[in-house]
């Protein structure tokens, strides 16, 4: 079901009234809309013809972006279940995905309840197909030889290529760094175009300024150095990390000796705690105040980042 907004075109705008002789220069209009929908949305924007007037309602355009959930000032960690994993990964709509020390795969249902979905894993990696309305894969991971999987219709299949590490955001954006420390893009048709080497991990979402051209995929070198991909070329990212998620404009990182921190612009890091050793950034499940951002303690228990 869509969404509706009405707005009165009543602001100065002269150059109308340039094009339509006759009608006034007050036929404008800029508005900030609230919306409870999120994630990848279509903007239509009608002309409304005025009741009791000849004529019909006319398209004047429309867009496909993304909307962010409004942020929310998180202040404290809190304990998700009693379960204990490995390896973690928040994708749309709360989808929370994590590994277990013996390789054991489970989806979160909700309530502190997770569903176990196989065996024999060292990753998970989840985000957004283009396909996603149509049962398109959302969940990719690794086994533990690094071989590729993909969940779909309650079952695994195979995906090329074999891997240390990967990562899946909007759009089937799909990245994995092979043992070499390549970094490579997966460009459909079991092919994978490499973007550089040196990398231990890769992670990709969807930036604040998707539109402008804003970076969307991050990468740990070597020597936990950070960079960022932007057009064709890496460029660097102040501070070092040993594992990094990034997702909606939030960039987080877990240094070696387990302190967290949040990336807040201007080469700056706020730390959010110790004693971890794994973050999850994604889309909450209900697009407002549910928790974005999930991590793993040292001894493997799931807490969430909330307000």
């Known amino acids: 079901m869509g969404e509706g907004h009405a707005l009165t075109a009543d602001t100065y705008r002269p150059d109308v009234g340039r094009a339509?002789?006759?009608?006034?220069?007050h036929h404008g209009?800029?508005?900030?809309?609230?919306?409870?929908?999120?994630?990848?949305?279509?903007?239509?924007?009608?002309?409304?013809?005025?009741?009791?007037?000849?004529?019909?309602?006319v398209l004047l355009g429309s867009v496909e972006l993304w909307v962010t959930p409004r942020a929310y000032d998180g202040t404290h960690w809190e304990k998700v279940g009693s379960d204990r994993f490995a390896w973690i990964s928040l994708g749309p709509k709360g989808l929370l995905w994590a590994?277990?020390?013996?390789?054991?795969?489970?989806?979160?249902?909700?309530?502190?309840?997770?569903?176990?979905?196989?065996?024999?894993?060292?990753?998970?990696?989840?985000?957004?197909?283009?396909?996603?309305?149509?049962?398109?894969?959302?969940?990719?991971?690794?086994?533990?030889?690094?071989?590729?999987r993909r969940w779909r219709d309650s079952a695994w299949e195979e995906v090329p290529g074999r891997f240390v590490s990967i990562d899946f955001g909007p759009d089937s954006d799909l990245w994995a760094v092979r043992r070499s420390g390549v970094v490579v893009e997966y460009a459909g048709g079991g092919e994978w175009t490499p973007r550089g080497d040196g990398f231990v991990s890769v992670t990709t979402g969807m930036p604040v300024d998707a539109d402008r051209g804003g970076p969307r995929t991050y990468g740990v070198r070597q020597d936990q150095t950070l960079q960022?991909?932007?057009?064709?070329?890496?460029?660097?990212?102040?501070?070092?990390?040993?594992?990094?998620?990034?997702?909606?404009?939030?960039?987080?990182?877990?240094?070696?000796?387990?302190?967290?921190?949040?990336?807040?612009?201007?080469?700056?890091?706020?730390?959010?705690?110790?004693?971890?050793?794994?973050?999850a950034v994604g889309m909450p499940g209900d697009g407002v105040d549910s928790p974005r951002v999930y991590a793993l303690r040292k001894d493997g228990t799931v807490v969430r980042w909330r307000r």
């Open 29 to 57: 209009f800029d508005a900030t809309l609230e919306t409870t929908r999120y994630g990848r949305v279509s903007v239509y924007v009608y002309a409304i013809n005025a009741s009791g007037t000849g004529g019909q309602n």
């Open 20 to 25: 339509h002789p006759g009608v006034g220069d």
């Open 99 to 148: 590994v277990s020390k013996k390789g054991k795969i489970a989806q979160y249902m909700g309530a502190g309840a997770w569903e176990r979905r196989g065996t024999g894993f060292r990753d998970v990696a989840v985000g957004m197909p283009h396909d996603a309305a149509t049962g398109g894969p959302q969940v990719y991971a690794l086994t533990k030889d690094g071989r590729v």
């Open 228 to 279: 960022r991909f932007r057009g064709d070329a890496w460029e660097d990212v102040p501070g070092r990390a040993s594992s990094i998620d990034f997702g909606l404009g939030e960039l987080w990182a877990v240094r070696g000796r387990g302190a967290m921190f949040e990336y807040v612009g201007g080469g700056a890091w706020e730390r959010r705690g110790s004693r971890f050793r794994a973050v």
